[in-house]
């Protein structure tokens, strides 16, 4: 029993939708402030307690007109058109109940055939009873799309624009967050929302970002760290650039992808669609061997029509339909809560076979930025061995060495008479007394030691001094995050471009299982192939060389700040936080398929349970009408039970 909000919200189900500018008309904002279902109901309402009270058909007739003809008004269009397009939906059955009952009470009323061929009350039932059941459901799916619609709701919010007077003083202007353009300058105070993606130049503040990235705890934000549209300023007062207009932003372009994913068909929902396509033709069928069987069983015409039209009312084929989209709502819109962002809902599925995840180290497990590890002074003091290394280091633009000059800052620096950065080498400084120092590669170093193992020398003259080793460092949450995936029974592989001996040392500190080192990307793409063939695998990476190998795997993950071309390539995005939000993009795929194939099984089972049971009388079609209506309710109930499940928490997997 599909409803206009599925196609609004981009998630469709063929089956039986009635007429959208039906639904829509007289409504030129693209909000109802009544839902037309409950409006519909209240109408027919009235006329269908009246025809229970009632016995004179005449009476009858004119009563249940008004109800019938709003039923065949809006469920007969929709029904047509199907019929058209050669893909009839329920509302095909709906609409011949209805008539058939109203029909054959008609006769009887213009014949005078008597009581026995009354059932006016039996066609505005079924015709209140499905309005109600449409308004149900509708009221149950707008559950179901309530992360989603929590964050469109955040892209429109009110701004202060600062500008200048002709005195050149600031003067505010308040505006709407979709007038903003790339930038322009705004104030932001305590207790505001960020009304659009932006970059701090004054001030410092406290930001919520928990409706995108799913983080509870507030963060810290100074100058030139940037601010995502739609978080909130807990404390403080920033003046910020906008970076990106309304529909550029981060938050726009979340609710796109998450929209977008929400359309797409995974293999369950396409083997429903074709099972629904004849399903409707065949509750046809059935419902005329129920009329024709019942009738020469028992003899009457009366039993065996209310049986039939019973039959055509308790199918379903709807169920069928709507089982895959009210988890996928679900399911998406909850994984954008969550940091996590899906491109297509046939990923979903494939979570599920999900046995092995393979990471590339730099930026993936490890934060792309160098730090000290270890260090060694050999014959001058821990001080001065830094107080020279920093002085040399300070005039290069290198990451080595502004890792060492971030970590060594605020040491008294030496006054060099001469410095210069020789490439291939390193830094060389020259004192005032002519003393020659030098930090740099092995090769400033190599007539004086035979270890190559180290990244930088220090060296004075002829002398060496001591030696640095520096490393990416490991993000906090890797170990946690490999440990989570090792403890499920996931295979876990580190490919990476780096040196092998690096690759074998990160490996064991985090427990990953097996190492793949100094690839190339063609390389990187064979081994995934090889490892992909041998079981589904998740590839996590995050630069460019990591494009091909993200397209090949069975699911591709990015994070949010990798390159342009990994995100385009990839199938999910890891949003804020990125390698912690994992294991939730792992478990709500596996719980979404899990409430699919639960939704399945229960559109299934209900119809083969329920067409028998109104085909040997058990129901009446009021009551087939109503629970027509209830068994989507309880697919979109069972689908909602996807926020009660367990997912793991980012700052749970960090421990």
């Known amino acids: 029993m599909e409803t206009i909000n599925w196609k609004m919200e981009g998630v469709s189900c063929p089956t039986c939708a009635p007429d959208a500018e039906t639904e829509q008309k007289g409504v030129s904002d693209g909000k109802r402030p009544v839902n037309n279902y409950l409006r519909y109901f209240l109408f027919c309402l009235p006329f269908t307690i009246a025809l229970m009270l009632l016995k004179d058909p005449w009476l009858q007739l004119l009563i249940c007109l008004p109800a019938y003809a709003a039923g065949a008004w809006l469920f007969g269009r929709s029904a047509v058109k199907s019929l058209l397009n050669r893909s009839p939906n329920m509302n095909v059955l709906i609409v011949l109940g209805a008539t058939a009952a109203f029909g054959y009470s008609l006769a009887g009323t213009l014949f005078q055939l008597g009581p026995a061929y009354q059932f006016y009350e039996t066609s505005a039932a079924i015709i209140t009873i499905v309005f109600l059941g449409y308004y149900m459901e509708d009221a149950s799916i707008q559950a179901t799309q309530r992360s989603l619609k929590k964050l469109a709701v955040s892209q429109k919010t009110m701004a202060n624009m600062i500008a200048f007077d002709d005195r050149h003083q600031e003067v505010l202007f308040p505006v709407e967050s979709t007038q903003l353009r790339s930038g322009d300058l705004i104030l932001i105070r305590s207790g505001e929302p960020v009304p659009a993606d932006c970059k701090i130049l004054w001030g410092e503040a406290c930001v919520d970002e928990s409706i995108l990235t799913g983080e509870g705890l507030p963060v810290d934000k100074a100058v030139k760290a940037t601010l995502i549209g739609g978080s909130l300023l807990v404390s403080g007062t920033v003046k910020a650039q906008v970076t990106a207009s309304a529909d550029e932003s981060v938050l726009a372009g979340i609710v796109r ?3 977008q994913a929400q359309g797409a068909k995974p293999p369950l929902q396409q083997l429903a669609d074709r099972i629904v396509a004849i399903f409707v033709p065949v509750v046809l069928l059935l ?22 039209i019973a039959v055509l009312v308790i199918a379903c084929p709807c169920a069928m339909g709507l089982a895959t989209p009210a988890a996928i709502a679900v399911g998406l819109g909850l994984a954008a809560r969550k940091g996590v962002l899906i491109r297509n809902a046939r990923h979903l599925e494939a979570f599920r076979g999900i046995r092995q995840v393979i990471f590339d180290k730099t930026g993936t497990l490890t934060t ?13 003091s821990p001080e001065e061995f830094r107080q020279i290394s920093f002085s040399l280091e300070k005039y290069s633009n290198h990451p080595i060495a502004r890792s060492i000059t971030r970590e060594w800052k605020g040491r008294n620096t030496l006054r060099w008479a001469r410095v210069e950065e020789v490439k291939g080498l390193g830094m060389r400084g020259e004192t005032r007394d002519g003393d020659v120092y030098w930090a740099g590669s092995y090769k400033v170093a190599a007539t004086l030691t035979a270890d190559a193992s180290h990244n930088v020398y220090i060296v004075c003259n002829d002398e060496l001094l001591g030696w640095i080793d520096i490393r990416d460092t490991v993000r906090r949450e890797s170990a946690g995050v490999v440990r989570w995936l090792e403890g499920k029974g996931i295979h876990t592989v580190l490919l990476s471009g780096d040196r092998q001996e690096t690759c074998v040392a990160l490996a064991r500190e985090l427990g990953i299982t097996e190492v793949l080192g100094e690839q190339t990307p063609e390389q990187k793409l064979r081994q995934v192939s090889i490892l992909n063939d041998r079981m589904p695998a998740a ?4 630069g460019i060389n990591d494009a091909a190998a993200l ?7 990015s994070m949010s700040d990798s390159s342009r071309l990994a995100m385009q390539t990839a199938d999910v995005v890891l949003m804020d936080h990125g390698l912690s939000r994992l294991p939730a993009a792992l478990e709500l795929g596996r719980h979404t398929f899990s409430t699919i194939r639960g939704n399945l099984l229960w559109a299934f089972s209900y119809n083969v349970i329920a067409i028998p049971v109104a085909a040997f009388g058990g129901l009446t079609p009021a009551v087939a009408a109503l629970a027509m209506g209830f068994s989507d309710v309880v697919l979109a109930a069972n689908s909602l039970r996807l926020y009660s499940k367990k997912i793991p928490q980012a700052d749970h997997v960090d421990r």
Not at 287 to 308: D, E, I, K, Q
Request: positive net charge; glycine residues 8%.
């Open 257 to 259: 992808l998450v929209r």
């Open 287 to 308: 419902a005329a061997v129920t009329f024709l069987g019942n009738y020469f069983y028992l003899h009457s015409t009366a039993p065996a029509l209310m049986r039939s």
């Open 368 to 380: 792309g930025e160098f730090s000290i590890h270890h260090w060694q002074s050999l014959s001058r």
């Open 539 to 542: 590839m996590v990476g995050d």
């Open 551 to 557: 397209a090949r795997a069975t699911i591709g993950i």
